[in-house]
């Protein structure tokens, strides 16, 4: 082997472990009794594990593969270590909850480990290309997975509907990459860059495929206009599925963005700052105020995932600025980690309290929680403060940091808008924590091992790490991008 | 790991201790979680005594310091750093003292979930004393900010029939003023490049017309705790429905932390915009000061009226420390105090025979001096302490506050004119309308119910929770001068300091 060839592989080793390994599960998984797919899930716990370990090995060194293509450096082993996680988390909550759904399908976990592929795949493009490699590999398996409750009809919708409008997206991401080969004979997001002010280049094509990209990625992050699904897939796919999917297609889609906007279109910020300005503010707006109206709280989680999105879109306000992009970078990751860490908390309680068919996602089934599972109720209480942003939690932190960065770039107004939309989240963010704590009922419950880990290591870290941040602040601000 | 035995780290997070314990308690050991909680804020309060001795009241500087570097935005270091100085030293005897005697009075009164119930009050005067003692804005803010977690739970578990509401109404409100005091400190930080109190104020520098604004944006956060007129309407709610305890921190502490806010940081960081809007914010105090007394007097609940006398009080403060000289800002403090020790001990007052009678209503009384004299008598004590009879606290502060404004109202200075001084005045003359109108009703006259005929008067557990205020009351009245002098130094230098940078700032 070449030398180069083997530095590629050594850069994407990773993706490889974790595929083969997947690929190796699919045969195995067939040997397997009905009854102990457990082992399945195991197999796929410890090829994430073991996959962490690789990641977490090579920090350090960045490396470069096939040709500039794939970029193995500090800001995707962040997101990889991230991803990592939040799948182990996926498979926990899954483990007990798929056998009361009545899913017995246990290429859940080898779907899982696809899409957490192609999620890591997506955080290492360099390339237009490879990002829309990766932005399918990742979203193929979700489709799947959404809808993997079959013959449960608000499943198969939610597949249906994820697909229909994520094949559309794609299109329009391919759309904008090829507007964008036309306008600078390149796909490479150090070629984009360097192609800007040549006699060929032309700058309206750039502009229009800048904008379909933002659109397509945005489609991936839930951003307002492009939210639509959202509501109904979240709602739909199963619990498992809908947690991991908040999580990892939102970290997949930001570490896209954040790349292709810093790294290839710093010089269109004049004209993209405006567009990214309004897209996070209707983005906070709409979703926190839409979140309002929901008593089923699958809709409601879905609806305040979307107002997250708008929260972390507005790091990325500023991103054209030279001395914020890296605030920029910084922030988005650190925010990430807050929003899994709490979404897990909040998303593990959501399935502990849901019964078949169904049944025990309505905000009302939550009465009586702080009295009869003070613990559950414990984790669920913090999620919400964290997702309002209320001192000391991870939440707060990460908001500050995203504040933090808007003001830097000086946007003040926008910055308004996210903390007064903060206010109007603390109002259904509350009602659940009323709910479970000063209204009486009889709160049904499944206790399980798993769920009430994830539930706690997630409550726990929130709070913990919010107060001893500094590890991640540091962790997250050497993620700096760069071109290779 | 030196910080950690610092007195003030010590005094602030010691509570924890306690949370720590109870957690590791079953739901059904009420009785060891009273005590874990009582004898851990007791021990906070003999370590805040320990504070209060090795505080050096004659210098005006932060004392006790504890600054280490907690974590690192950008280039930006956010410290943990606490401090202590006249402004803040009575606040933190205050707190500690309250808070033991609020959770003996909470003996009998809560019986249900009383873990969960101490683990939130302890967690509450951690956030309290942290709001107190902290000097970097990132780091007081996240303390300002906690407090309202565990009384959200307080007022909306432990509270009356319309809790929910009351509590999220606190919530949402509160935490309106404070976001948009969020942006401030950030932008305050990015410009300044620094969180640090000493060292913002040392830079200073800020121009006026921004001034204005980070002023007004700080003081919506403030004003919204103290309360100020018009932003009190949550108040009257949370007080009503918040359990006795609950009600006596409330008032004697949370509002305090807004009167705190104004002089720590609002007085100090925009010196010009604090002299330009002093009459705005003065005007405001003194429509508080007679609105509150107006509305007390067409109460019927008692706790409503106590609850909108805070409004009249807290008006008295404001005007006192926007006097911006050193007796109004001198009687602010020590009204500050005042109203938590009166006021305090007029909630638990009513918390008594709200345990007795289960109402609140002033007509379903009348006569109790007969059948409950020593309850009479110290609620006659502490009500006419409210009201500034001479010879008790209310008096001290009040008068030293009118000085002050009076004083401010020469021309060229901070209020320009005598009026607010004169019409403050007249809330002296209806606070003791209201509050001896409130009397009558209560104790004087005949028995008129006959459920009122055998109620019991107060046991030893109930006069030792009132007894140490009473003293501080006669203490405070007769001789104020160690409290002024506690704070005295402090309050000179930051009054000097306010006039010479708004004399600087002058085109």
Known sequence: MSSELWVSMEAILPLIILTLWSCALLLVDVFFLKERKGVTALLAGLGLVVTLVVVIAKTGRPEVGFGGMVV????????????????????????????????????????????????????????????????????????VLAGIAVPKLASEEASIKYFLLGAFSSGIFVYGTALIYGATGTTSLRGITAAVGTPNFDLTLLLVGSGLILVGLGFKVAVVPFHMWTPDVYHGAPTAVTAFMAVGAKAAGFAALLRVFILAFPS?????????????????????????AQRNIKRMLAYSSIAHAGYILMALVPYGQASVSSSSVASVLFYLVAYAFTSFAAWAVVIAVEQREDKGLELDDYAGMGRKYPALAAVMAVAMLSFTGVPPTLGFVGKFYLFWTVMQGGFVGLALIGVLTSLVSAYYYLRVVVIMYMRDGEPLVRRETWLYLTACIAAVGTVLIGIFSQPLFEWASQAVLKLF | ???????????????????????????????????????????????????????????????????????????????????????????????????????????????????????????????????????????????????????????????????????????????????????????????????????????????????????????????????????????????????????????????????????????????????????????????????????????????????????????????????????GVQGGILQMVNHGISTGALFLVVGMIYERRHTREMDAFGGLW???????????????????????????????????????GQPGASLGTPWFAGLAAIGVILAAVYILFMFQKLFLGPVTKDENRNLPDLNWREIVTLAPLIVLIFWIGLYPKPFFDLMGPTVNHLVASIQSAAVAGLP
């Open chain 1, 72 to 143: 193995a450096d500090d800001f995707s082993n962040f997101l990889s270590v991230l991803l990592l996680v939040s799948g182990l988390a996926g498979i926990a909550l899954a483990y007990d909850y798929l056998e009361r759904i009545e899913v017995k399908h246990s290429e859940y976990y080898i779907l899982l480990l696809f899409a957490i592929t192609g999620m890591m795949l997506m955080s290492m493009s360099a390339d237009l290309i490879m990002i829309f490699l990766a932005l399918e590999l990742l979203s193929i398996p979700l489709y």
């Open chain 1, 268 to 292: 269109l910020s004049t004209n993209l700052t405006p567009v990214l300005w309004a897209l996070a503010a209707l983005t906070m707006i709409l979703g926190n105020v839409t979140a309002i």
């Open chain 2, 370 to 408: 007969k059948v409950m004299p020593v309850y009479a008598v110290l609620t006659l004590i502490i009500s006419l302490s409210s009201m500034g009879l001479p010879g008790l606290n209310g008096f001290v502060g009040e008068f030293t506050i009118l000085l002050g404004a009076w004083g401010a």
């Open chain 2, 1 to 327: 790991m030196n910080f950690l035995l610092n007195p003030l780290t010590l005094v602030t997070f010691f509570p924890l201790l306690g949370v720590l314990v109870i957690l590791f308690l079953r739901p059904e050991q009420k009785n060891a979680a009273r005590w874990v909680a009582l004898i851990t804020s007791l021990v906070t309060f003999v370590i805040s005594l320990a504070v209060l001795i090795q505080f050096r009241p004659a210098d005006f500087a932060l004392q006790l310091v504890v600054k280490v570097p907690w974590f690192t935005v950008a280039e930006w270091v956010i410290y943990f750093h606490l401090g202590i100085d006249g402004l803040s030293i009575l606040m933190v005897l205050l707190t500690t003292l309250l808070l033991a005697l609020s959770i003996v009075s909470t003996w009998k009164a809560v019986e249900d979930r009383v873990k969960e119930f101490m683990v939130f009050f302890l967690l509450l005067e951690v956030g309290m004393l942290g709001v107190f003692l902290a000097q970097d804005l990132f780091l007081f803010y996240i303390f300002w900010e906690f407090t309202l977690v565990p009384m959200y739970f307080l007022i909306g578990i432990w509270g009356g029939p319309n809790r929910m509401y009351a509590a999220v109404k606190f919530f949402l409100y509160t935490m309106a003023g404070s976001i948009l005091m969020l942006l401030a400190i950030l932008w305050l930080g990015i410009q300044q490049g620094t969180f640090e109190m000493p060292e913002l104020i040392a830079k200073g520098g800020i121009p006026a017309n921004l001034q204005i604004w980070l002023f007004l944006a700080f003081a919506i956060a403030f004003a919204i705790k103290v309360p100020m007129w018009p932003l009190h309407s949550w108040l009257p709610d949370a007080h009503v429905e918040a359990p006795t305890a609950g009600s006596v921190i409330l008032a004697g502490i949370l509002l305090k932390m807004g009167t705190y806010g104004f002089l720590r940081f609002n007085l100090s960081l925009f010196p010009q915009a604090t002299m330009q809007l002093a009459p705005w914010i003065a005007g405001l105090a003194v429509i508080g000061i007679l609105y509150g007394a107006a509305v007390s007097y067409a109460q019927k609940d008692v706790k409503k009226l106590v609850a909108y006398s805070s409004v009249s009080h807290l008006g008295f403060v404001m005007l006192g420390l926007f006097a911006l000289n050193a007796q």
